[in-house]
């Protein structure tokens, strides 16, 4: 299973990504842990770049969830997130 | 009216004929002695290659000597001609600026910045190297507008070049007995093209040496969204313009392929204008020169660069005039998010 927090762009350029945080758990410790119930982590987000919603540009950050199944078959599932710069948010 | 003399008095250091009047006869000058280099290596290689039956032209020694006085008739003018079309409306600062463009392609592609603090801004490094005269930061500027003369004189050059070389060969052609009647008759022609290109390239660079440097200083580097600056704007040159303007630009660009085609699309998403003036004439000794607010809207996106795309952050100076061309300047700047980081203590 791997956990990423990252940016990526869309709109009429090619995509560029770029994670900020990745952390891969291994079938070991996925046996250890208890899936079930909450698994927190925690990540210090950067300064920039911010969200962004222009006209050829949109600039998206997400915490994306990857699952990697016994049979060869794999999972993703992400949720966007809004980073904007704390002066804005007053 | 003053007639031009072809000679003044040297007094001391001070230049007593007119600057634009020797300028305009340098490249006269230059260009004539590429194309006369052109014209006599062109005549040297017939006279070699082609069988006459009266040699007007040495084919021994005599023969390379003239190939080496061609071809360093048009190495010179020709070089000549391109440094002079470089060095018109350049002042020192300018000049500096052009130089350093090759530290501008950090605003294009990611740098060592993207490990730093703020991922994916540019650092805007090359921006702040150069103190102004008025306030802290004189900004360099991006791209030349001499690629109108440049392509003139190319052309000019070129198209004569060519002439002459058939001329030649009309020549050895009357020579052998065996005239070449209507690529004779297709020399005048030639010639009458030839002429425009040539008076084409001439208005071209009396309209370049009267646009003069544009210089933009700024009190503070790089830039907070919210926050005011002072600019200060100076226009070199002897013009009248109609209008000019500075403007506050934010662009965004995307690259993308289209089949095999990598394609670079720009849109500028938002304007804000700093400066209007109208009717402004500008003369050598009165550059036109004003001050300005500069404010970075409180909800903009920051300068962002990544591989394939960017916002990018630019103060533009734009004049409209006549019978001078329209030219416009732009003066890259880096905006910071919101928020910046707090500065490292070295304690």
């Known amino acids: 299973m791997e956990t990423s927090v990252l940016w990526y762009t869309e709109g009429k350029g090619e995509e560029d990504l770029q994670v900020h945080h990745f952390e891969r758990l291994g079938a070991a410790e996925l046996l250890i842990r208890q899936l079930s119930e909450d698994q927190p982590f925690a990540t210090r987000l950067p300064y920039s770049p911010l969200s962004y919603d222009g006209q050829l540009l949109r600039i998206r950050w997400c915490v994306r969830l990857r699952i990697f199944l016994a049979g060869g078959d794999e999972l993703m599932a992400q949720q966007l997130f809004c980073l904007t710069a704390p002066d804005a948010r007053r | ?14 230049i007593a004929g007119r600057a634009f009047s020797g300028t305009v006869g340098e490249a006269v000058f230059f260009a004539v002695l590429f194309l006369v280099g052109v014209f006599t290596l062109a005549l040297t290689v017939a006279q070699r290659w082609v069988p006459v039956s009266a040699l007007v032209l040495p084919t021994g020694l005599g023969f390379w000597i003239l190939i080496v006085l061609s071809l360093a008739l048009v190495v010179t003018g020709g070089v000549a001609l391109a ?18 463009r090759a530290g501008e392609l950090e605003l294009i592609r990611p740098s060592l910045a993207d490990g730093s603090v703020l991922p994916t801004v540019p650092r805007g490094a090359n921006l702040t190297d150069s103190p102004g005269m008025r306030l802290a930061y004189r900004l360099p500027s991006t791209g030349w507008p001499g690629w109108r ?8 050059l070129m198209w004569n070049g060519g002439w002459l070389v058939l001329l030649v060969v009309v020549i050895t052609g009357f020579q ?8 004779t008759g297709l020399l005048l022609p030639f010639a009458g093209v030839g002429v425009w290109a040539f008076r084409y390239f001439l208005a071209r660079f009396r309209e370049m040496s009267g646009l003069g440097a544009t210089i933009v200083e700024i009190s503070e580097h790089p830039l907070l969204p919210g926050h005011d600056y002072q600019g200060y704007v100076a226009q070199f040159g002897r013009m009248h313009l109609r209008k000019l303007q500075v ?27 700093v400066l209007l003036d109208r009717g402004v004439t500008i003369d050598r ?20 660069r ?17 019978p001078w061309p329209s030219f416009c300047q732009s003066f890259p700047v880096v905006v910071q998010p919101g928020s910046t980081p707090p500065r490292r203590s070295p304690r």
């Open chain 2, 176 to 183: 052998q007995g065996r005239p070449r009647w209507v690529l």
């Open chain 2, 83 to 100: 440094f002079g079309i470089l060095q018109i409306g350049a002042s020192s600062e300018r000049r500096s600026a052009l130089a350093r």
């Open chain 2, 306 to 322: 990544s591989p394939h795309n960017a916002v990018r952050w630019k103060v533009v100076v734009t004049g409209e005039a006549r």
């Open chain 2, 285 to 304: 000794q009165h550059p036109w020169e004003r001050e300005f607010a500069l404010k970075v809207p409180s909800d903009s996106m920051h300068s962002f």
């Open chain 2, 247 to 273: 403007e506050l630009i934010c662009e965004e660009e995307s690259t993308y392929r289209q089949g095999t085609d990598l394609r670079v699309e720009k849109k500028t998403i938002r304007c804000e204008k």
């Open chain 2, 1 to 14: 009216m003053r007639l031009p003399k072809p000679w003044s008095k040297k007094r001391g250091k001070r």
């Open chain 2, 149 to 156: 003369l440049a392509s003139a004189a190319v052309l000019a």
